[in-house]
């Protein structure tokens, strides 16, 4: 007979205790312990091999940094080149990739267009979620002839991990997807699907196999009601790539989203459009962010962000008013507030405009979240030109940090910003002049020859807005 016990897990961060706890001495939440019954059994394996499986177990030994052999790894590149961004070049073998997201936001048709179209590749499409039919009727939506385009992918309608690693060493497939972690369940341990232990036990599982196969596996997995990856925090250091799949379900663009990568930069994002047969790919995402406009208007300006390795130029908008309130109002919409708050006090304190009785409305365009304090100039720009009432020149692009003393600090990698913006036809950029070469110090690698856009360096906000509004 198995041995059984109660313990008590962290609903917020997994943390496992013997007893209940009022407060997690791990997260500090309160009031978040559940108790699950746990069958520990004796002498068997609790993994993907304790199905059955032939292959030996491999026993490693310590070795030097020196002595070890490194390949370059072949990734597995996808027909998706947005997909193959955020992964960093393509999908590595035996790597574990989460991906959460919304309900409703499109993480099962994105994955479901991944398994139809890896050509050459035996896909094993894992749903613990929907029956066969509905996701036949998905993939007629996605491809009318998905006989043919979803040759390799075979669909599996299961929540036991043990009868799939019994499917998955009968079909040997190249590359695993399942929907979704929370509803997988292991007889190893007793507790219900989707709770702490049983996400923790069949994630591990599905990484031993990966790593000891050399088999990729993408899960997809829910989220809270904060935007969090649902389960335990471990579930997020245990793989190898987190993905966020985000996007208001109103709008038809989505963005795919870099949160950890083993394997690449963990500041990359994709960019999809959803239509009726799918979601398809945007290879310029700068033409989509910027409205078409004939003439210019006040409190609309274009800054020059990076998201990882991708330069994009957006449209940032500002709407200053008189507040008809005692209070006024603060709101910005795709932008930290508080930041947009330092940047009200610098425009009051070092340029002497009275913005303390006035609400003010921020919008980044395209329904996109930008951290980059490049947009910091661009973003005063519009505040100041809706509250004069005077529009910013057109063809006008900005990317520059704006400082507390009202100074106009260099931001990285400026050349591929005023490369982005002399190729979507944008007469001048404002940026600033500790971007410029100086032999003083040395810095010669902003060549000003290659362009052909009138690049304004200043050093003060005032110089700036100078230049702009005379």
């Known amino acids: 007979m198995a041995k059984t016990k109660t313990s008590y897990f962290c609903q917020s961060c997994g943390y496992e205790s013997p007893k209940w706890l009022g407060k997690c001495p791990s997260c500090n939440q309160w009031n978040t312990f559940v108790e699950e019954i746990i069958e520990k059994s004796n002498g068997s394996i609790p993994d993907w091999k304790a199905t059955g499986s032939t292959s030996t177990q491999r026993s490693n030994k310590p070795v030097l940094v020196s002595e070890v052999v490194f390949e370059e790894d072949t990734r597995l590149l996808t027909p998706d080149k947005e997909f193959n961004r955020v992964l960093g070049g393509g999908i590595v073998p035996g790597s574990l990739v989460l991906i959460g997201g919304e309900p409703g936001i499109g993480k099962s048709t994105l994955m479901l267009q991944l398994a139809m179209n890896m050509q050459g590749m035996k896909v094993l499409y894992i749903s613990g979620e929907e029956s066969e039919r509905q996701i036949k009727m998905r993939a007629e939506r996605l491809a009318p002839n998905a006989g043919k385009a979803g040759g390799g992918c075979f669909i599996l309608t299961e929540t036991s991990t043990q009868n799939i690693f019994k499917q998955i060493e009968q079909l040997q497939p190249d590359l695993v ?126 800054s020059a962000t990076l998201e990882g390795l991708r330069p994009m130029l957006i449209e940032t908008q500002a709407l200053v008013s008189t507040s008809p309130y005692g209070t006024p109002q603060r709101s910005a919409t795709g932008f930290d507030t508080k930041r947009m708050n330092m940047l009200l006090a610098v425009l009051e304190k070092r340029c002497g405009f009275r913005l303390g009785t006035q609400d003010v409305f ?109």
């Open 177 to 302: 997807v399942v929907d979704s972690i929370q509803t997988l369940y292991s007889a190893h341990i007793e507790s219900t699907p989707g709770s702490v232990s049983q996400v923790r036990e069949c994630t591990a599982e599905l990484l031993r196999f990966a790593k000891e196969t050399a088999t990729p596996v993408f899960l997809i997995g829910h989220i809270t009601k904060d935007g969090m990856i649902a389960g335990p925090k471990i579930l997020e250091h245990m793989v190898d790539t987190v993905l966020q799949f985000e996007g208001d379900r109103h709008h038809v663009y989505r963005i795919l989203r870099s949160i950890k990568n083993r394997f690449g930069s963990s500041s990359e994002l994709g960019i999809y459009e959803m239509l009726g047969e799918g979601l398809r790919e945007v290879s310029n995402p700068s033409e989509i962010l910027l409205s078409q406009r004939d003439e210019p208007l006040s409190g609309v300006t274009i």
């Open 362 to 470: 921020l919008n980044i365009t395209g329904g996109i979240r930008v951290e980059d304090p490049a947009i910091d100039l661009g973003l005063a720009a519009a505040i100041v030109s809706s509250h004069q009432d005077i529009p910013v020149p057109f063809k006008t692009c900005f990317a520059a940090e704006l400082g507390l003393s009202g100074e106009i600090r260099a931001v990285n990698r400026v050349e591929q910003r005023i490369a982005e913006a002399q190729k979507l036809g944008f007469e001048q950029i404002f940026i600033s002049k500790y971007n410029m070469p100086s032999a003083a110090k040395g810095n010669k690698s902003l060549d000003l020859s290659r362009y052909n856009i009138d690049i304004k360096p200043v050093g003060r906000i005032e110089e700036a807005f100078n230049l702009l509004f005379g």
